[in-house]
T-cell receptor, first 114, second 108 residues
Framework: DAGVIQSPRHEVTEMGQEVTLRCKPISGHNSLFWYRQTMMRGLELLIYFNNNVPIDDSGMPEDRFSAKMPNASFSTLKIQPSEPRDSAVYFC????????????FGDGTRLSIL | KNEVEQSPQNLTAQEGEFITINCSYSVGISALHWLQQHPGGGIVSLFMLSSGKKKHGRLIATINIQEKHSSLHITASHPRDSAVYICAAEGRDDKIIFGKGTRLHILP
C-alpha cells in the first residue's frame, strides 16, 4: 500500500518567492494534518482537515501560510511570500479519523529559504 | 494549555540494555501517541493509547491517566533502535501537542 506521499522532498528558494508543498494522503483516510518541525520548536501542528474541510488552523503562523484540500486525495500548503524563518521540515500525515487513530506520516519536505 | 515534557532529552546505552523514556502532560487527554523519527527524518507511529499498556515486539508503552504520565520501554535494545522518540498528547480540545523528543543512541 502506498503511504502518504509528499512533494517535493527538498525545496530551496529565495525569500519572497511563493512555495507550494503537496500531499497525497492514504486512500480512505478522512483526516489530514500539516506539521512543521524545527530544531527550536520541534513538531508543531499547523492545520488539519476532516473530510476535506479545514477544522483547526490556529497553528498556522500567519497570513502568509494557507492550506487547501480540494479533494480527498490532495492537499497543498502554500507560503507566500516566503521568509528565511520559514525554513523547516514540513510533514503531512493522514489518519482514518481525527481522534484516537494512529497517524501515518509522509517523508516530509525539507524547505530552505535563502 | 497542555504542556508535554519528555525525559531524558538524550540517552546513550549499550546494546541489550532496557530503555525507558518518559512523557508527562499537564491536562486531560483523549489519547497519547509515541512516534519514532529515524536519522533520515522519517516519522513512524509506534503506539496510540488512552489507557493501560500496549506491546509490539520489543516495545512496550504504558500510560497512567491519573498521574498524567506515559512511558516507552525498549527491551533488549539494539543499535537499529537509535532514533528520536517523540510523545504527543491529544487534548480533549482536539489540540495535539508534541514533546521535544528523546534522542536515543544504542552502542554496539
Amino acid at each position: 500500500d502506498a503511504g502518504v506521499i509528499q512533494s517535493p522532498r527538498h525545496e530551496v528558494t529565495e525569500m519572497g518567492q511563493e512555495v507550494t508543498l503537496r500531499c497525497k494522503p492514504i486512500s480512505g483516510h478522512n483526516s489530514l494534518f500539516w506539521y512543521r518541525q524545527t530544531m527550536m520548536r520541534g513538531l508543531e501542528l499547523l492545520i488539519y482537515f476532516n473530510n476535506n474541510v479545514p477544522i483547526d488552523d490556529s497553528g498556522m503562523p500567519e497570513d502568509r501560510f494557507s492550506a487547501k484540500m480540494p479533494n480527498a486525495s490532495f492537499s497543498t500548503l502554500k507560503i507566500q511570500p516566503s521568509e528565511p524563518r520559514d525554513s523547516a521540515v514540513y510533514f503531512c500525515a493522514s489518519s482514518l479519523a481525527r481522534v484516537n487513530q494512529p497517524q501515518h506520516f509522509g517523508d516530509g519536505t525539507r524547505l530552505s529559504i535563502l | 494549555k497542555n504542556e508535554v515534557e519528555q525525559s531524558p532529552q538524550n540517552l546513550t546505552a549499550q546494546e541489550g540494555e532496557f530503555i525507558t523514556i518518559n512523557c508527562s502532560y499537564s491536562v486531560g487527554i483523549s489519547a497519547l501517541h509515541w512516534l519514532q523519527q529515524h536519522p533520515g527524518g522519517g516519522i513512524v507511529s509506534l503506539f496510540m493509547l488512552s489507557s493501560g499498556k500496549k506491546k509490539h515486539g520489543r516495545l512496550i508503552a504504558t500510560i497512567n491517566i491519573q498521574e498524567k504520565h506515559s512511558s516507552l520501554h525498549i527491551t533488549a535494545s539494539h543499535p537499529r533502535d537509535s532514533a528520536v522518540y517523540i510523545c504527543a498528547a491529544e487534548g480533549r480540545d482536539d489540540k495535539i501537542i508534541f514533546g521535544k523528543g528523546t534522542r536515543l543512541h544504542i552502542l554496539p
